[in-house]
Structure formats: C-alpha cells, structure tokens
C-alpha cells in the first residue's frame, strides 16, 4: 500500500539549516512534493521533485532524492521566523492522487 | 505558478442544513480535481477525485449520498455537504493539476463549523 511517514516535530535557531525527512513506500511514485501550511490556512506548494532526479535547489530550499532508499529531504538554508509552519511531503501515485505524511511542525526560535 | 480559489474560506452552519464549497482553477483547466480533509493537527486524507463530466471517485469510507460532488466545468468543482452534522466540522481543501507543469495547487481552504 501507500504510505508516506515524517518526524512530527524540528525545532532549529534561526540562521540555522533544517532538514525534514520523509519516507514513502511506492515505488512507481512520479512526483514528490513538499509543502507547507500555516496556521488555518492552505497548503502552499513549496517545490517538487521528478523521482528520476537526485537533488533539486530552488533559492534556500534544498531536495535530496534517495530512490533506492525511498527517502525524500527538505532542507532550509538560513532558517528564519517565517518559515515557521507545518511542512507535508507527499507522493503522487500513478493515478495522480497525493498521498500525504503527516506533516512536520518546524518551530524556529529567535 | 497556476492559481487554484476556494471559496467561501470559513463556514458555519446548523445540523441538518448542507454547504456548497467551490473550488476554482483561475489559469488553467483541470480535467481532474482532487478534494481533502483535515482535522485538526492531521494530515490531509483524500476524499474523492472529482472528474469533469463523469461521477465522482470516492475513497474507502466516504459516504457519496452525503458529499456531492459536480465537476460541471473544466474550471469548477462543487463539494456539497449534504445534512452537516457536528463531526463533519474540518478543514476541506481542494487541488487541481495544471497538465502541463505536472504539479498539483491547492486552494486556500475552507473551515467548517457544524453547530
């Protein structure tokens, strides 16, 4: 079945790096995307990444792809206070619907 | 990047009555529209692909009779809440595919209260 699993809470200092991990079970996945959600609002679609790629670098935000492992990071350079939020990893299967984690609260202390 | 708009973005409502969310692709046409819920502090669980012109797909466990959905239009996709009652208070959000970038947008969201 499918499943996609991530640790559910990161607290870093701000002007550190965070890394969230997240860990999926289908291997046909085609896309896998990270996104990021603030206090009662929806979700905003942060980046995402081809399953055929490794990495993916967009400005401070940093996506690593290990296939074989099927383990998916997000890291964030020069974490600041606004980046505080819930962050979802999801795996979109063949038929186009994504499966979400559970989300990552990221707390980031001043 | 492809816009999707929700509306409304909170509702409340009394037991018994039905809701209407829209859910709107603004720069792109969406054959398929996928909408979700989330209680609070939970992932977002799928509730039902919505395909233009054609019924609903529905995931395990969720009622069809109680939440409608009209993909009428390859911009619009409606979720009825057919005699709300208090346990269907949550998050709805829906999402869209622009084809042609391959990822998926989602709309702002709508919270519903069920008094």
């Known amino acids: 079945g499918e499943d996609v699993e991530q640790s559910l809470f990161l607290s870093v200092r701000e002007g550190d790096s965070s890394v969230i991990n997240c860990t999926y079970t289908?291997?046909?996945?085609?896309?896998l995307y990270w996104y990021k959600q603030e206090p009662g609002a929806g979700l905003q679609l942060l980046t995402y990444?081809?399953?055929?790629?490794d990495m993916k670098q967009d400005q401070r935000l940093t996506v690593l792809l290990n296939k074989k492992d099927k383990h998916l990071s997000l890291r964030i350079a020069d974490t600041q206070t606004g980046d505080s939020a819930i962050y979802f990893c999801?795996?979109?299967?063949?038929?186009?619907?994504?499966?979400f984690g559970q989300g990552t609260t990221l707390q980031v202390k001043p | 990047g492809a816009v999707v708009s929700q509306h409304p973005s909170r509702v409340i409502c009394k037991s018994g009555t039905s809701v209407k969310i829209e859910c709107r692709s603004l720069?792109?046409?969406?054959?398929?529209m996928f909408w979700y819920r989330q209680f609070p502090k939970q992932s977002l669980m799928l509730m039902a692909t919505?395909?233009?012109?054609?019924?609903?797909?529905?995931e395990q466990g969720v009622e069809k009779d109680k939440f409608l959905i009209n993909h009428a239009s390859l911009t619009l996709s409606t979720l009825t809440v057919t005699s709300a009652h208090p346990e269907d208070s949550s998050f709805y959000i829906c999402?869209?595919?622009?084809?042609?970038?391959?990822?998926?947008?989602f709309g702002q969201g709508t919270r519903l209260t069920v008094v």
């Open positions: 999801a795996e979109e299967s063949n038929t186009g619907k994504l499966i």
């Open positions: 990444i081809f399953s055929n790629m």
């Open positions: 720069d792109f046409q969406a054959t398929t």
């Open positions: 289908d291997s046909s996945s085609t896309y």
């Open positions: 919505s395909n233009e012109g054609s019924k609903a797909t529905y």
């Open positions: 999402s869209a595919r622009d084809g042609g970038q391959g990822s998926a947008f």
